[in-house]
């Protein structure tokens, strides 16, 4: 089952596409987050999250502790 009430959701066949609703995206916000984990890439040669499934990537960005 697709629901959240803070997403816009397609289902396509098992698959549940999570798309951001235009109030809550800000491409300067998407911007600005790409370069932050680019930049993580290139200091520590390695990616700042990593999971083998898309689901399990979203679980470690939105779960994970933050480190300083």
């Known amino acids: 089952e697709c629901r959240d009430s803070k997403f ?27 370069l932050g984990v680019t930049l993580y890439a290139m200091v520590y040669n390695e990616l700042p999250f990593w999971s083998e499934t898309e689901v399990g990537l979203y679980d470690i960005i939105v779960k994970k502790e933050l480190k300083f």
């Open 8 to 34: 816009l959701l397609i289902r396509i066949k098992k698959y549940c596409i999570y798309i951001a609703s235009m109030k809550s995206y800000s491409g300067k916000m998407a911007d600005i987050w790409a």
